[in-house]
């Protein structure tokens, strides 16, 4: 049964291409059997890609995939667009610096302290986490080792109308967050990203990491943590067309694929602190969708899909890959990769 419509679809894949020559029996074509003879992204663009309902595959996802070295380097590395434009993570092995550094712990306190670097990394978690932009698909999922902001809050003894908290960098920059939120975002002072120590005119030895925030509350080369009797701010919601993000992470030397042969096609998907419940694929111009739920995924992490499919009929395809979201948010663009089957 499956194998038969395989073969149908394939059969009007290769009108399509035979009559692409010809616009008018193209579209007179199109108008008899819209859904499965192919189709054309838009009027400007002349390519035409045969359809394939209701794609099938296989999926998988795994949250601790991490980014490509060179990714985590460049995140946020468009200076042109301004938002989360500063190369920040580059690498030095500077443990043996630690000593010197301190972090100022003040604010309304009974009494103010520092924490030196040194007696942070005994108490050093390590974790694979995401930091995502707020105004630009830039994204990364890496290995951090860091304390939780919670060490530095108990050891504060703070008094109960203390609410707020501010993670200030040696030049001032910081954002005040509600300490309950900070912690449920899993707020880590981080001294290791990748393996290895932080540069210090790089936003080390030390950055703010709050996974299920945007990466504009990571500040970096933290040098004071304020606690303040302020009203608790939320966290700032990241720009909507930002939201459900999801990209397509082949980059195909030659695209082009035997039939019967397995193609496997990864990327990411992320929605800040959201979770993301599905990765979608069309083969047909988004005609129809494949939904693959993703459950129980942790916000602290990207979710990194695989969808492998088989090769049917030769033709030029193109698929088209989106996520959605646990409170019902769909990427506002999908992500797509044209592919030729010979
Ligand atoms: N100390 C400090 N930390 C900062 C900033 C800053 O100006 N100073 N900019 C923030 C912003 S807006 C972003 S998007 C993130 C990540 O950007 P980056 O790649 O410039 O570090 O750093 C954040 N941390
Ligand atoms: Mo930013």
Known sequence: MA????????????????NAVNPAVLAAEAAQTADTSGYSVSPAEEKVYDAVENVQGSFRFDQSVVSPSDNVFSLFGTAATGACAAPDFVFEDNEDKFVDYYLNVGGKLQKAFRVPLSEMVEQGKTDILKCSCAMSPSIVNVEVT?????????????????????????????ISLSIEKAIEKNAMLVYKVGGEGLKPENGGPVQLWMPGAAANYFTRQVTD??????????????????RAKVSIMNSFEDATFESGSQITFEGYADDFDVAISAVEFSMDGGNTWTSYETQDVSTNKWVYWYFTYEAAEPGAYRLDVRSRTADGKVSPMASSIEFNVV
């Open 3 to 18: 194998k038969m419509k395989r073969i149908l679809a394939g059969a009007a894949g290769l009108m399509a291409i035979s």
């Open 225 to 242: 943590i304020e606690f303040s009797a302020e009203p608790e701010t939320d966290v700032a919601q990241p720009s909507q067309d930002q």
């Open 146 to 174: 860091g304390i939780p902001l919670a060490n530095i809050v108990e050891m504060a003894e703070l008094e109960d109308d203390i609410k707020t908290v501010t993670v200030k960098g040696s030049d001032g920059y910081g």
